[in-house]
């Protein structure tokens, strides 16, 4: 009996089966013809390019599938280089606005960086150190640092300064920027009872090597080379030096100016105007040279201020702070 009934359940279910089979093979026959209807109608739609509207679609679908990778992204390329093309576009001028405020850190990094002392110096063919900036405001010269001897400055000018002799001179010039210097220095000292006369500034190579060349002959190369600079190697060839002194020493350039109310005046005050005492008392092993407070160098105020608050020489500061140096 069990058995049977089994058999009339399989054969039922079986039969359920083949009919519902049937009708399904019906179904998608029906969905079938439905599926083919509609390929031909978008087919029809992509075989119809003469509307002006389809034109642009098939034109990017070859280009699209020429490069596999743009496929898959084809459509969000299209979105992204507009999106990203116009923040791209505003971002832009923010990174430039932020980095204004910043522009005076900036730039006095990237002076630091440029005119960093190792990155400055190269042999020339005659195996002499000679600096490579020598255009710079803050170029480093001094015994070990070489001024090429057919460097003269661009833009020499006689300031509108007192002098301590009258008639012309190669040697009353300085660059454009450090005699407009020391005419507001000179004028800043006179608003404070100070009478500052400039003594010598300009010194070409050729000046300097007479000068050398006579000291040697009168003292020995030796004591020549500690009192006078041998040619290349004096910051007068910059145009950025200028030795100043005072009636009440008599105008000569000596250490006793120190000691004056003008020497300290000017030591007190040339930072003010973008001016350093250049040979520091005690520094003579850095800079190679004696104390000079007569002798002052234009770095520019920014430099100056920063030198003479740290009693440091321009070697000291231009090595200590080049990027790179742990100071
Ligand atoms: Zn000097």
Request: charged share 25%; with cysteine.
């Amino acid at each position: 009996m069990n058995v049977r009934k089994r058999r009339l359940l399989i054969l039922t279910a079986g039969a359920a089966i083949l009919v519902w089979g049937m009708i399904e093979v019906s179904k998608s026959d029906v969905w079938g013809s439905i599926s083919l209807s509609q390929p031909p109608a978008s087919a029809s739609a992509s075989a119809s390019p003469p509307n002006a509207s389809d034109e642009p679609s098939p034109s990017p679908d070859p280009a699209e599938s020429a490069d596999p990778a743009p496929d898959d992204t084809a459509t969000p390329p299209a979105d992204k280089p507009a999106a990203t093309a116009k923040p791209g576009k505003t971002p832009k001028p923010t990174p430039v606005e932020t980095q204004a405020p910043a522009a005076g850190e900036d730039s006095l990094a990237a002076i630091l960086a440029a005119n960093a002392p190792d990155k400055t110096i190269k042999q020339n063919k005659d195996g002499l150190a000679v600096v490579t900036n020598t255009s710079s405001m803050y170029v480093l010269v001094n015994k070990k640092r070489n001024l090429p001897s057919t460097y003269k400055p661009a833009d020499l000018v006689v300031p509108d300064v007192a002098f301590s002799f009258s008639g012309d001179s190669p040697k009353k010039q300085l660059q454009r920027p450090a005699a407009r210097a020391l005419e507001k220095l000179f004028a800043g000292a006179s608003d404070d009872g100070i009478t500052l006369k400039a003594v010598s500034g300009y010194r070409s190579y050729a000046t300097q090597k007479a000068i050398f060349d006579r000291n040697a002959e009168l003292k020995g190369a030796e004591v020549a080379n500690k009192t006078s600079a041998h040619p290349g190697q004096s910051e007068h060839q910059t145009g950025l030096a200028m030795d100043v002194s005072s009636a009440s020493a008599n105008y000569e350039l000596e250490e006793k100016f120190a000691k004056t109310k003008e020497g300290k005046w000017l030591a007190s005050h040339c930072a003010e105007y973008g001016f350093i005492i250049r040979f520091l008392k005690g520094k003579e092993d850095i800079t190679g040279y004696s104390y000079e407070p007569w002798h002052i160098r234009y770095v520019g105020v920014e430099m100056a201020k920063e030198i003479m608050k740290q009693h440091i020489t321009l070697e000291e500061y231009l090595e200590e702070n080049a990027p790179g140096t742990k100071a």
